[in-house]
Antibody, heavy 115, light 109 residues
Framework: EVQLVESGGGLVQPGGSLRLSCTASGFTFSTYWINWVRQAPGKGLEWVANINQDGSQKSYVDSVKGRFTISRDNAKNSLYLQMNSLRAEDTAVYYC????????WGQGTLVTVSS | QAVVTQEPSLTVSPGGTVTLTCGSSTGAVTSGHYPYWFQQKPGQAPRTLIYDTSNKHSWTPARFSGSLLGGKATLTLSGAQPEDEAEYYCLLCYRGPWVFGGGTKLTVL
């Protein structure tokens, strides 16, 4: 069974940091691009970042450039998102999505940035 | 970054046909944008329906189809079912950054 399981969300103060993880199983993780996508409460989907198979190519939405870093560890079938200098507008459910034709999604982890 | 546009809401009758569109602020949507379509129901994670304009996953109901028409990507639902009521998002790839549209709330009524 294919699974993507996010973890690491929680409540953090503005300016703080958080590291999200996404662990994959049931498919060959190392052969696919993987994305982070977020959804603020009551809002639409927003693509955040993606990374290629060996981690040599990374792209980010403008609003997180310089603050967020995407990385992966293929030996651990894991994807990460290091989030620094967090702002209230980063509050959202964060999903990892990838696999063949971006067909696999996790259930998401909630990040709340608030004092 | 580019802006991707969708109809905010559409309504279709049960058994009817509806077409959702996806446009780009940079010009015509082409196959080079690898258009995707996702379905999201309340409280659930999104589900990928269509990739690379018109390709379906194994779980995509046959009543959904994707294409390019008039400079936009389109998602057509033929024979709408009550369970198709959901939010639908398109996504376009811009040589690195990906951009979602704002979503179309589809009501089956």
């Amino acid at each position: 069974e294919v699974q993507l399981v996010e973890s690491g969300g929680g409540l953090v103060q503005p300016g703080g940091s958080l590291r999200l993880s996404c662990t994959a199983s049931g498919f060959t993780f190392s052969t696919y691009w993987i994305n982070w996508v977020r959804q603020a409460p009551g809002k639409g989907l927003e693509w955040v970042a993606n990374i290629n198979q060996d981690g040599s190519q990374k792209s980010y939405v403008d609003s997180v450039k310089g603050r967020f870093t995407i990385s992966r560890d293929n030996a651990k079938n894991s994807l990460y998102l290091q989030m620094n200098s967090l702002r209230a507008e980063d509050t959202a459910v964060y999903y990892c999505a990838g696999g063949p034709a971006a067909g696999y999604w996790g259930q998401g982890t909630l990040v709340t940035v608030s004092s | 970054q580019a802006v991707v546009t969708q109809e905010p809401s559409l309504t279709v009758s049960p058994g009817g046909t509806v077409t959702l569109t996806c446009g780009s602020s940079t010009g015509a949507v082409t196959s080079g944008h690898y258009p995707y379509w996702f379905q999201q129901k309340p409280g659930q994670a999104p589900r990928t329906l269509i990739y690379d304009t018109s390709n379906k996953h194994s779980w995509t109901p046959a009543r959904f189809s994707g294409s390019l028409l008039g400079g936009k990507a389109t998602l057509t639902l033929s024979g709408a079912q009550p369970e198709d009521e959901a939010e639908y998002y398109c996504l376009l790839c811009y040589r690195g950054p990906w951009v979602f549209g704002g979503g179309t709330k589809l009501t089956v009524l």
